[in-house]
């Protein structure tokens, strides 16, 4: 089944204590991103990558990190998490279109995280 | 920078009846745009994608198009059930890049 997987789906944590949110997908896309969805302030994106070792930023990505070493996995690194990056974040993936932009984007289910 | 706006943010409608969402965006050099439908608590699923070429996309009850001169795209409910209710969102990406930028989405309610 295709699918893009997240782990955890849930997580309370303390600041400052480092934390790994990973992401894989089983589809051979070579478009992996990472978003925030926060009340009021809708999704918004967070980093982005069109393939191995190739990552970008998008509209939020200051307090992360990311990595690209495999096609299949992209993790989302809050090296010292703090109480604004309690959120609702999600993973998706899609192939690139030969003329630019993305496909079809498939998300996880989602990683709830409260940093306390 | 691409900004993408959904009005209205709710809607509730009876059963039977068909509708219409709307998104508009500010860059008119839109490589796709992409209707999502969100779940309460759940991820998003990909409803439609058009490509920068296209002008429109149809899915059983579902229509979006998309008018690139006016950034506008529209999507087009027929016949509303109660297993439509949902939060719908759209998206673009920015011109010449892969950033992706999302509206806030329309909460639908379809009453039975």
């Known amino acids: 089944e295709a699918q893009v997987t997240q782990n955890p789906r849930y997580l309370i944590t303390v600041t400052g204590k480092k934390l790994t949110v990973t992401c894989s997908q089983n589809m051979n896309h070579e478009y992996m991103s990472w978003y925030r969805q926060d009340p009021g302030l809708g999704l918004r994106q967070i980093y982005y990558s069109m393939n191995v070792e190739v990552t970008d930023k998008g509209d939020v990505p200051e307090g992360y990190k990311v990595s690209r070493k495999e096609k299949r996995n992209f993790p989302l690194i809050l090296e010292s998490p703090s109480p604004n990056q309690t959120s609702l974040y999600f993973c998706a993936s899609s192939l690139l279109r030969t003329g630019g932009g993305t496909g079809e984007l498939f998300f996880g289910e989602g990683s709830r995280l409260t940093v306390l | ?112």
């Open chain 2, 1 to 112: 920078k691409q900004e993408v706006t959904q009005i209205p943010a709710a809607l509730s409608v009876p059963e039977g009846e068909n509708l219409v969402l709307n998104c508009s965006f500010t860059d008119s050099a839109i490589y796709n745009l992409q209707w999502f439908r969100q779940d309460p608590g759940k991820g998003l699923t990909s409803l439609l994608l058009i490509q920068s070429s296209q002008r429109e996309q149809t899915s059983g009850r579902l229509n979006a198009s998309l008018d690139k001169s006016s950034g506008r795209s529209t999507l087009y409910i027929a016949a509303s059930q109660p297993g439509d209710s949902a939060t719908y969102l759209c998206a673009g990406s920015q011109g010449g890049s892969e950033k992706l930028v999302f509206g806030k989405g329309t909460k639908l309610t379809v009453n039975p």
